[in-house]
Every structure is written in C-alpha cells, then in structure tokens.
C-alpha cells in the first residue's frame, strides 16, 4: 500500500458530567461520547524521510503543533518507519469542542499503522493516542462509548438511532482550561438541563429516541455560558427555530441541535448561517 486516505470523524457529548479535580490537574468525567458525519479528510503516503504535513481548507499549524504531525512522530519514534507525507483538508471547525485535532491524531494514528503494517491492535492505538489527547481513544474507537478517566477509560455501546444536528459555532474560541478553572471555582453548577448519564445509557441500549432526548446535557455548559454569553444565545436561538434539544459541544462554544429530520435540520441551520456562518448539517454515525 502506496497512499492511504481516511475521514476524520468529529464528536459530540451527548452527556458530559465533571465528577472532581484530579491531582494530575485534569478532571475526573463521565461522558457519552458520539461520532459525528462531519469529518476532515487525511491523505498519507510513503516518503523517504520526517513527516511532511500539507494542509488545505480551514487554517491550522503544519508543524508540531498539529496533533496530526506529533501522532505521526510519536509512531515513528516508537515503532520506527521512514517517512510519511500527511495531506490534511480541514473542515471540522476548530476549538469548538468537537475533537476536530484528536480526530485528526486518531486518523493518522490509524493511517500510519496501515500504510506501515505496523501490526498495532484497535486498542494499542488507543492507548498511544492517550498520551496525545483526552478525546484521542474515543477518535480511535469511534461510534458511541462511555468515557469515563479524562475520558480516554472507554466502554462501547450499541449505535444511537440517527439523529440530525445542526452544529453552530460562533466567530470566537473557548479555552477549555479557562472553562474548567471557572468549574473549579464554583464545582457543581447546574445546567439549564442536567445530563441524566444513567437514563441515557438505558435509553442507548432499547434504542429508545426520545429517552435519549430527554438525558441530553452538559455540566460545563453554564461555565462556558457565564464566560461566553453567546454560547446561551445560540441554544435559545436553536430552540426558537424548531430544534428539539439543544446541547453545548464539549467544553463549547460550538452547540448542537437535535431535529426531527434531516429537511427540518437544513430549514433551521437556514435561518441561522447569515449570523452563524459556520452552521453546519451533519448527522450521528
């Protein structure tokens, strides 16, 4: 095998719960992980030496500071292979809470191990992908799991009936360490809806839509809506033009809603790009 091109799976939460601080400085979760269609593009190929990353689409680095390139040497460094050249079309909006970089390591992650044979298992992957990002296990499994650790602690469940999203993101990043400093400082704020972990997972596993509906939520969604108000203003702004949930991605800003069907998902994304250029139709996997 010469040239090996892959899709990059972006996530939601479909329930994010923050158990504690950590004495590592990290946080103790318990997450409903669920991949997404939205998905950047990685094409590798063999070259003679290092690890040459070309992108296109949104900006991103084309160094070490691409998750994307320190998976790549993190596998050469430690099972050695000469060189590979990563081509990278970005389209999962950046620092938004949907793994848009973890899915990029996870990707290549995959990529090399095959264009290589290096001979790693599903699960090896997952553990170097670990070292890489919290999200990056999950990238490397992909479908719906529980997460639980930092999140990299994974225990698949069965896949989620379809649901159609329209993903806003507004013009501004988060800082996920500034959300979970303002965590730290007032531990237990409660969300405009409390994610119900347990129904849901019993939900997930009778294929039970609107069980699922109902558990959706995300504790870190009133840090980030305190920090960033525009983030509650994008849920109010879903829920006012037909969505039936809407939930903040990760630790945001990036929000999803959930419609009852694809037509619907494109009428409301519709009215939502003129303010939100970067309203996006995509659906579960």
């Given at each position: 095998?010469?040239?090996?091109?892959?899709?990059?799976?972006?996530?939601?939460?479909?329930?994010?719960?923050?158990?504690?601080?950590r004495?590592?400085?990290?946080?103790?979760?318990?997450?409903?992980?669920q991949?997404?269609?939205?998905?950047?593009r990685l094409?590798?190929?063999?070259?003679?030496?290092?690890?040459?990353?070309?992108?296109?689409?949104?900006?991103?680095?084309?160094?070490?500071?691409?998750?994307?390139?320190?998976?790549?040497?993190?596998?050469?460094?430690?099972?050695?292979?000469?060189?590979?050249?990563?081509?990278?079309?970005?389209?999962?909006?950046?620092?938004?809470g949907?793994?848009?970089g973890?899915?990029?390591?996870?990707?290549?992650?995959?990529?090399?191990?095959?264009?290589?044979?290096?001979?790693?298992?599903?699960?090896?992957?997952?553990?170097?992908?670990?070292?890489?990002?919290?999200?990056?296990?999950?990238?490397?499994?992909?479908?719906?799991?529980?997460?639980?650790?930092?999140?990299?602690?994974?225990?698949?469940?069965?896949?989620?009936?379809?649901?159609?999203?329209?993903?806003?993101?507004?013009?501004?990043?988060?800082?996920?360490?500034?959300?979970?400093?303002?965590?730290?400082?007032?531990?237990?704020?409660?969300?405009?809806?409390?994610?119900?972990?347990?129904?849901?997972?019993?939900?997930?596993?009778?294929?039970?839509?609107?069980?699922?509906?109902?558990?959706?939520?995300?504790?870190?969604?009133?840090?980030?809506?305190?920090?960033?108000?525009?983030?509650?203003?994008?849920?109010?702004?879903?829920?006012?033009?037909?969505?039936?949930?809407?939930?903040?991605?990760?630790?945001?800003?990036?929000?999803?809603?959930?419609?009852?069907?694809?037509?619907?998902?494109?009428?409301?994304?519709?009215?939502?790009?003129?303010?939100?250029?970067?309203?996006?139709?995509?659906?579960?996997?």
């Amino acid at each position: 095998m010469d040239v090996l091109t892959l899709p990059a799976y972006g996530k939601i939460n479909l329930t994010l719960k923050v158990l504690g601080r950590r004495s590592d400085g990290y946080h103790n979760l318990s997450t409903i992980f669920q991949s997404i269609a939205l998905a950047d593009r990685l094409t590798f190929s063999r070259c003679r030496e290092g690890i040459r990353l070309e992108t296109s689409g949104l900006p991103v680095p084309q160094g070490p500071e691409n998750l994307a390139y320190r998976a790549a040497a993190r596998l050469q460094s430690r099972y050695g292979f000469p060189g590979v050249r990563i081509t990278l079309k970005k389209q999962i909006p950046l620092a938004a809470g949907l793994a848009g970089g973890s899915a990029d390591a996870a990707a290549t992650l995959i990529g090399v191990n095959a264009l290589f044979n290096l001979g790693l298992t599903p699960g090896q992957l997952a553990r170097e992908g670990a070292a890489l990002g919290s999200d990056v296990p999950f990238c490397v499994i992909g479908g719906t799991a529980l997460g639980r650790g930092r999140g990299e602690e994974l225990s698949l469940l069965p896949p989620l009936p379809t649901l159609w999203l329209v993903l806003v993101k507004p013009s501004f990043g988060v800082s996920t360490a500034a959300v979970y400093r303002g965590w730290d400082a007032s531990p237990g704020q409660t969300p405009m809806e409390a994610p119900d972990e347990e129904r849901a997972l019993a939900a997930i596993r009778r294929g039970d839509r609107a069980g699922i509906m109902a558990s959706l939520g995300n504790d870190l969604e009133a840090v980030t809506c305190r920090l960033y108000p525009e983030v509650m203003a994008i849920k109010m702004r879903l829920l006012a033009e037909g969505a039936e949930r809407a939930v903040m991605c990760g630790s945001g800003p990036a929000v999803f809603g959930v419609a009852a069907d694809g037509e619907t998902a494109r009428r409301i994304a519709s009215r939502l790009q003129e303010t939100y250029p970067e309203t996006i139709v995509t659906r579960t996997l």
